[in-house]
T-cell receptor
């Protein structure tokens, strides 16, 4: 079983829709949670990060973390065609040592297409 | 700032050949790492470095070597390429490894091993 499972999609939504992207994880040592956006043929770029349960908003994006259920979500409001990308959840263990030092554990990614 | 740069963008190798993937950053970041991205697998850590002269293995290090002689550069060497190393390789850097230390990724190198 993978440590981080992400809904694989792909997702195709009309412009203006609310998008929900989800990941579950099995390792309760994960404490830092991130969402990366990756445009086609580009490297991932950090969209949001959080290290506490609850919601964090940034414009049209809301990151939600539920540590008791080991579940994180990213919501995109009023989705735009420019949001079309692969979204990757990632998480990290603070102060991890050995081969886990600084390591981000990624979900498989969800391909999102927002059509006009 | 150019950020994180990677060369080449594309490469085709034959089984058994060796090559070096280049990575450079101009942000004076201490922490650098290499990931590979495969369909359905997300990104997996190959090797990382916490500063010049210090490297260590990540999750999938076999078949790869790294060195870090300067803060700016972190090359990844494939010793004897195998088809299983066909992947997209990303280099990343960050100031540190705390929660607020964003990892910046390069544009990637697409490698095909025949």
């Amino acid at each position: 079983q993978k440590e981080v499972e992400q809904d694989p999609g792909p997702l195709s939504v009309p412009e203006g829709a609310i998008v929900s992207l989800n990941c579950t994880y099995s390792n309760s040592a994960f404490q830092y949670f991130m969402w990366y956006r990756q445009y086609s043929r580009k490297g991932p770029e950090l969209l949001m990060y959080t290290y506490s349960s609850g919601n964090k908003e940034d414009g049209r994006f809301t990151a939600q973390v539920d540590k008791s259920s080991k579940y994180i979500s990213l919501f995109i409001r009023d989705s735009q065609p420019s949001d079309s990308a692969t979204y990757l959840c990632a998480m990290r263990i603070p102060n991890a040592g050995g081969t886990s030092y600084g390591k981000l554990t990624f979900g498989q990614g969800t391909i999102l297409t927002v059509h006009p | 700032n150019a950020g994180v740069t990677q060369t080449p963008k594309f490469q085709v190798l034959k089984t058994g050949q060796s090559m070096t993937l280049q990575c450079a950053q101009d942000m004076n970041h201490e922490y650098m790492s290499w990931y590979r991205q495969d369909p359905g697998m997300g990104l997996r850590l190959i090797h990382y470095s916490v500063g010049a002269g210090i490297t260590d293995q990540g999750e999938v290090p076999n078949g790869y070597n790294v060195s870090r002689s300067t803060t700016e550069d972190f090359p990844l060497r494939l010793l004897s390429a195998a088809p299983s190393q066909t992947s997209v390789y990303f280099c990343a850097s960050s100031r540190g490894t705390g929660a607020s230390n964003e990892q910046f990724f390069g544009p990637g190198t697409r490698l095909t091993v025949l």
